[in-house]
């Protein structure tokens, strides 16, 4: 890893998962992304999501070093600091109670310090934390987390696999992606499937990612004997791979985690190369996650082409016809491809004497075109000025919020408002 120089700033991908976490790196100028390695001078990127406190002192250790000091009988290991967090219940060691906030939030602190052979914390200048799934909870935790680790970063944001996924296919070449992929992520005891498909019939090119989760042996639960346990995980895989991929067109696969090994992927791999594109790796979340902020914080222009509609994101365009200076205009208010969590609008306009609104509702999914109209009854007068303000009470729930502010010296603002919630399925 070379050190970072100057005035850049590191763009941070941080891919927090139930037993590892990640983390890659970029600068703005460069764009090229790398992983920080957990073992001095390999490509192990894997750093356990673990602390371990030494028996009778307040010293911790953690990831790899954690594990090998509970092996050596000279700690208490604590392991899946996700979960605990998510949880929410004490963690006792040593008698003492402990917060598993506290706990993971000391276990970001340690493995940012990692990027130390690159550059201080201090020239951190975004981070992007991904998640297999990202929801309400997952995204509270981290909240706290970012919070107690009292950063000077301009930004932080949180995604899911899935749009990491995305990320890092959209920052490679067109004819890995542009086509179908699949990815399988070999996890414990399932295999978490994604597929990635783009509909180019749409403006901008909307792209679609499925998630399924599998059963599937865990590699240490397959017979004892190395050959026919090879065997069984291979003739396993195949019959999935097949079910997931068939006869169809899918240009590239990404086999990820630790226990994907070339000792075992024998005839499922000789049906996977055939007219595809094969990837064996661990660190494709982590790097996606990392071009993602960077496409936040220094956009490419990729957006006006590709939009991502996840899970957790707004799948239509939602605006307004309005005057302005005597022309009638389009006014975008919210925008498909935003996290619907987070997303919200506000503007002020004259109302006339219908007292009704009318928004635009335009999806990416159906492609069809909506006019919703928002009678805002009991309002008098044939003129008045309008505050609204847009937000997303759940994924397909708009809501909104509209407060009176009269019209100057013609009618005094009657403090009036109304809040009203619109199903846009």
Not at 25 to 51: D, H, K, M, R, W
Not at 100 to 108: E, K, M, R, S, V
Not at 237 to 259: C, H, M, P
Request: aromatic fraction near 10%; charged fraction near 25%.
């Amino acid at each position: 890893m070379q050190r970072i120089g100057g005035n850049q700033k590191l763009i941070v991908g941080y891919d927090l998962g139930w037993d590892y976490a990640q983390i890659s790196y970029c600068t703005a100028t460069s764009g090229q992304v790398e992983t920080v390695s957990s073992v001095a001078g390999s490509e192990n990127f894997s750093i356990p999501t673990a602390l371990c406190k030494k028996v009778g002192a307040n010293q911790w250790s953690y990831g790899r070093e954690a594990l090998a000091q509970a092996r050596d009988g000279q700690g208490i290991l604590t392991e899946g600091l996700l979960g605990l967090a998510l949880a929410g219940e004490p963690v006792y060691i040593e008698e003492t109670e402990y917060d598993p906030i506290a706990l993971l939030t000391l276990f970001f602190k340690r493995t940012l310090g990692m990027l130390a052979s690159v550059a201080g914390t201090d020239k951190l200048e975004a981070m992007m934390v991904t998640c297999d799934q990202m929801n309400d909870e997952t995204a509270a935790v981290l909240d706290k987390v970012t919070a107690n680790l009292r950063l000077k970063i301009d930004k932080v944001s949180y995604q899911s696999h899935q749009e990491s996924y995305y990320d890092y296919l959209s920052h490679q070449p067109g004819d890995l992606w542009k086509e179908p992929s699949e990815l399988f992520h070999y996890q414990g005891s399932s295999m978490i499937c994604y597929r990635m498909e783009c509909n180019k019939k749409t403006k901008p090119v909307v792209t679609f990612i499925h998630r399924e989760v599998e059963e599937f042996p865990a590699r240490d639960s397959v017979s004892a004997k190395a050959e026919e346990g090879n065997r069984i995980l291979d003739r396993t895989f195949l019959q999935l791979a097949q079910e997931k991929i068939g006869n169809g067109r899918t240009a590239s696969v990404y086999l990820i985690g630790d226990d994907f090994s070339e000792d075992w992927l024998k005839s499922s791999l000789t049906f996977l190369c055939d007219r595809r594109r094969i990837f064996l790796g661990n660190n494709l979340f982590s790097k996606g996650a990392c071009h993602g902020m960077l496409e936040r914080t220094h956009p490419s222009g990729l957006t006006k082409e590709y939009v991502f509609l996840g899970d957790d994101k707004l799948k239509c365009n939602i605006g307004m016809t309005a005057y302005r200076q005597g022309e009638e205009t389009y006014v975008a208010l919210l925008d498909a491809g935003e996290d619907w969590r987070s997303a919200s609008s506000g503007m002020e306009f004259y109302l006339r004497q219908d007292h009704t609104v009318e928004l635009t509702v335009t999806s990416l999914v159906g492609g069809g075109k909506q006019i919703v109209e928002l009678p805002l009854e009991g309002l008098s007068g044939d003129i008045s000025r309008i505050r609204m303000t847009l937000g997303m009470k759940a994924e397909n729930v708009l809501h909104a919020e509209f407060f009176d502010l009269g019209f100057g010296e013609f009618r005094a603002a009657e403090n009036r408002s109304f809040e009203m919630d619109v199903n846009l399925t």
